[in-house]
C-alpha cells in the first residue's frame, strides 16, 4: 500500500508493514552487529586491539631484558607462539574483562543514552527478541575482539620471531603445529569467562541504564575477584570467582595434563552468565519505558 | 492482516490510570477514536497526554484500566495490538551517529517485511530525501521530527499517533508538519495527535478530547467545543480601570472579571462586549484599549483546564 496514494482504508485494514511474521532475534542480531560496527569506538578498539602486540613484540625484541615474571616470557624471543600467550596471561586479568564490558557494558544502556528506546520497542519486534538479540550481538562482538587480539599476538609472532618449536606448560617440547594447537585452544578456553564478564556488564546496564557503569563495574569485579585470589583464603570461594577460570587452559597444556579444571570453569562460567542474563531479562522485560 | 470486528473502535481506552507516587498521571481516562478520525490530545503540559501515549505504545503498563488497538490489548503484547499503528512520543529519536537513512533501515529491519521498500517514498513525503545520508547528529530538530514522521511511515500505518509534532519547530516547519498531517488524514490514516495548542487542534482535528491533571475534562466532536466557545477573554484598558471593573462585574454575560497587570480582564461573548461598550462610554469612562489576545476556543480550553488551579487557589 503506497504511503501517498493510500485509498481510503476500511475498518476491517489494518497496516500491512507489521506483516504476519514477526522479525526475530536473527533481525535484531542484524540491526545490532551494524550498530556496533558503525561505531567509531568499535573500530578504534579494534585497531588498538590489532596494534598493540606488534608493538609489544617490537619493543620486547629490542630491549635485553624479557619479562620473565610472566609464564612464557622467557620464549619470546624464542619462539613466536609465546607472544600469543603471554599477552593471554597478562590480558586475562583485567584487558578481557574490560574488553567484555566496553562492548556488552554499553548495548543497552547507549539506548537509554539516546533515548531510543522507545524508537525500537513501537515497531514489530518483542521485548523478548530484542533482549536475546542484543545479548547474542554483545556476546558474539565481545568474542570477535578477543580472538582479534589472539589472532593478531600470534602473527606479530610469527612475524617477527618465527614459529619455532614451543614448550608446553610443564615445559615440554611442542611441534610448531602443537604449539598452534595451543595457542589457539587456550585463546578459545577463556571466551566462557569473558562471555560470564560480558552478562555481569549487560546486566549492570540494564540495571543502572548508565554506560559507564556497565563498563567500570564488571572490570572493578574482575579486579575484587584478582585480589582474592593473592589472599590465602577459601579455595571454595576462590574457585567459584570468574576470574579462575581464564588460567583453566593451563591444566590442558600441563605434562601430564589435566581438564577438571577447564570443565569446573565452564560451570561457573556458564551459572555467571546465565544469572545475570535471567536477572537482566526479568528487569528489562518488566521495565516502564519513561525516558526519551 | 488481522481481522477485525467491524465497527470496532481503531483506539479503546478503558479507565486507564498511571500513578508515580503521590501523582495521578493518568486517572480513569477513557477515550474512543473511530477509523478516519484526526483525534486531538488537548491539554497543558503535565496534563497526561505523554504518558497516555506511552501506555497506548506498551511502552508504560498501566496500574489500572486497558487499551485496545482493533479490538486487541495493548497489554500483555504491544507488538501485537501494535500492528498497523505508528508514531512517535515526545521528540523521536534517532542514533546520532548513523545518517537518516541507515537509522529507517535498521527501524525497517525491527518491522520486517515491506518497511524496507518504503524507506525511499517515506523520506520524499517529509521532503528528506537530499539529507538522508547525513547522520542524525547534524539534523535540526525540525529535520528529526520529519525523520520521525518517516520512520512511523515505513509501517505504513493505519493509526498515526503524533505526540506534539510541531512542539519546537519553526513557524515554517510548524505549517509543513500540519499540512502532512492533514495530507495524511486525507489519504484514510487515522490519526491521533496530541498538542497544548488550540488552535493547532482546530485547525486539523475532528475530535478531541482535553485532558486537564491526567483526567478528561471535555471528550467529543470539534464542532460541539466550537459550540461551547462562545466567551471570549477580553482586556480592557480605560480612563479609570477601577470603576470599569465595578461596571463589568455583575453584567449578565460577564464571567471571570478581574484586574489583572492593570488591565480589566473578563470573559464575554461579542454581544456582550458591543453592549459594555456602549455602557462604558456613557458613564463618562474612555476606552483606550479593547482586545481579545485569545479566541473564544482558547478561552474555553483554559477554562477547562485551569479549572483546578482556580480552585486549588481559593
Same mark, same amino acid.
Given at each position: 500500500?503506497?504511503?501517498t ?14 506483516g ?19 561505531q567509531?569506538?568499535?573500530r ?10 606488534w608493538?609489544?613484540?617490537?619493543l ?17 624471543k ?19 574483562p ?9 548495548i ?6 539516546h ?19 542484543k545479548?547474542l ?15 593478531s ?5 610469527l612475524?617477527t620471531?618465527?614459529a619455532?618449536?614451543f ?9 610448531p603445529?602443537?604449539?598452534?594447537w595451543?595457542v ?25 541504564r548508565s ?7 564488571p ?6 575477584f584478582?585480589?582474592?585470589t593473592?589472599?590465602?583464603?577459601w ?15 593451563r ?8 581438564s ?10 556458564a551459572?555467571y ?20 | ?27 480513569r ?18 496534563a497526561?497526554?505523554?504518558t497516555?501515549m ?18 486487541i ?29 541507515a ?38 530538530y ?9 520512520a ?6 493505519s493509526?498515526?499517533?503524533l ?8 513557524? @515554517?516547519?510548524? #505549517?509543513?508538519?500540519?499540512? $502532512?498531517? =492533514?495530507? +495524511?488524514?486525507?489519504? %484514510?490514516?487515522? /490519526?491521533?495527535?496530541s ?32 459550540g461551547?466557545?462562545?466567551?471570549a477573554?477580553?482586556h ?6 477601577q470603576?470599569a ?8 454575560g460577564?464571567?471571570?472579571?478581574q ?5 480589566v480582564?473578563?470573559? @464575554?461573548?461579542? #454581544?456582550?462586549?458591543?453592549? $459594555?461598550? =456602549?455602557e +462604558?462610554?456613557?458613564? %463618562?469612562?474612555? /476606552? ?10 482558547e ?13 486549588d487557589?481559593?
Amino acid at each position: 500500500m503506497s504511503i501517498t496514494s493510500t485509498a481510503a482504508r476500511t475498518s476491517t485494514a489494518r497496516g500491512s508493514a507489521t506483516g504476519s511474521r514477526r522479525p526475530g532475534i536473527g533481525a535484531v542480531f542484524g540491526v545490532e552487529a551494524r550498530k556496533i560496527l558503525s561505531q567509531t569506538k568499535t573500530r578504534a578498539i579494534a585497531l588498538v586491539l590489532v596494534v598493540a602486540p606488534w608493538v609489544f613484540i617490537l619493543l620486547v625484541l629490542h630491549q635485553d631484558r624479557l619479562p620473565l615474571e610472566t609464564l612464557y616470557g622467557r620464549y619470546l624471543k624464542v619462539s613466536g607462539f609465546a607472544t600469543p600467550m603471554v599477552v593471554l596471561v597478562a590480558a586475562a586479568q583485567w584487558v578481557l574483562p574490560l574488553l567484555a564490558s566496553i562492548i556488552s557494558g554499553d548495548i543497552f544502556s547507549a539506548e537509554d543514552t539516546h533515548g531510543t528506546f522507545k524508537t525500537i520497542l513501537t515497531r514489530s519486534t518483542s521485548r523478548s527478541a530484542i533482549f536475546w538479540g542484543k545479548t547474542l550481538a554483545a556476546f558474539i562482538a565481545t568474542s570477535a575482539l578477543v580472538l582479534l587480539l589472539g589472532a593478531s599476538s600470534l602473527l606479530a609472532g610469527l612475524t617477527t620471531v618465527g614459529a619455532q618449536s614451543f614448550v608446553d606448560v610443564g615445559s615440554g617440547e611442542l611441534t610448531p603445529g602443537h604449539g598452534l594447537w595451543m595457542v589457539v585452544a587456550s585463546w578459545l578456553s577463556v571466551l566462557p569467562p569473558v562471555i560470564g564478564f560480558a552478562a555481569i556488564a549487560l546486566c549492570v546496564s540494564i540495571l543502572t541504564r548508565s554506560s559507564v557503569l556497565g563498563v567500570v563495574i564488571p572490570v572493578v569485579v574482575g579486579l575484587v575477584f584478582q585480589m582474592y585470589t593473592f589472599l590465602n583464603a577459601w579455595d571454595t570461594v576462590r574457585h567459584s570467582l570468574l576470574n579462575t577460570p581464564m588460567n583453566a587452559w593451563r591444566g590442558l597444556f600441563d605434562n601430564p595434563s589435566y581438564s577438571a579444571p577447564f570443565w569446573h570453569g565452564l560451570a561457573v562460567s556458564a551459572v555467571y552468565t546465565a544469572l545475570f542474563l535471567a536477572l537482566g531479562y526479568f528487569v528489562f522485560r518488566n521495565r516502564n519505558v519513561t525516558e526519551g | 492482516m488481522s481481522v477485525v470486528e467491524i465497527g470496532e473502535p481503531v483506539v479503546r481506552a478503558h479507565e486507564l490510570t498511571k500513578v508515580y507516587g503521590d501523582l495521578r498521571a493518568v486517572d480513569r481516562v477513557s477515550i474512543k477514536v473511530q477509523q478516519g478520525d484526526v483525534y486531538g490530545l488537548l491539554g497543558p503540559n503535565g496534563a497526561g497526554k505523554t504518558t497516555f501515549m506511552r501506555m497506548l505504545f506498551g511502552l508504560i503498563r498501566p496500574d489500572s484500566g486497558d487499551t485496545h488497538l482493533w479490538g486487541i490489548p495493548v497489554q500483555p503484547d504491544p507488538v501485537a495490538a501494535l500492528s498497523g499503528v505508528a508514531g512517535f512520543v515526545e521528540t523521536p529519536r534517532f542514533y546520532p551517529y548513523l545518517s537518516g537513512r541507515a537509522n529507517l533501515e535498521l527501524l525497517a529491519r525491527l518491522d520486517g517485511d515491506g518497511s524496507r521498500a518504503r524507506i525511499d517514498e517515506a523520506l520524499d513525503v517529509v521532503q528528506l530525501a537530499d539529507r538522508a545520508r547525513d547522520r542524525v547528529r547534524g539534523y535540526s530538530y525540525g529535520m528529526v521530527q520529519r525523520l520521525g514522521v518517516a520512520a512511523a511511515l515505513l509501517r505504513d500505518p493505519s493509526l498515526l499517533v503524533l505526540d506534539e509534532p510541531t512542539n519546537g519547530l519553526d513557524p @515554517a516547519g510548524i #505549517r509543513d508538519m500540519r499540512e $502532512l498531517v =492533514r495530507r +495524511l488524514a486525507g489519504e %484514510g490514516i487515522t /490519526i491521533l495527535l496530541s498538542s497544548h495548542n488550540m488552535s493547532e487542534v482546530d485547525e486539523i482535528c475532528t475530535k478531541v478530547a482535553i485532558m486537564r491533571r491526567g483526567r478528561v475534562a471535555f471528550v467529543g466532536p470539534m464542532h460541539e467545543l466550537r459550540g461551547r466557545a462562545d466567551r471570549a477573554t477580553r482586556h480592557l484598558d480605560t480612563t479609570n480601570n477601577q470603576e470599569a471593573l465595578s461596571l463589568v462585574s455583575g453584567r449578565p454575560g460577564v464571567s471571570r472579571p478581574q484586574l489583572d497587570g492593570g488591565l480589566v480582564t473578563f470573559d @464575554a461573548d461579542d #454581544r456582550t462586549v458591543e453592549q $459594555l461598550s =456602549r455602557e +462604558l462610554v456613557t458613564a %463618562g469612562l474612555a /476606552i483606550r484599549t479593547l482586545t481579545a489576545p485569545t479566541t473564544a476556543l482558547e478561552t474555553l480550553f483554559f477554562t477547562l483546564t485551569e479549572a483546578d488551579q482556580q480552585e486549588d487557589a481559593a
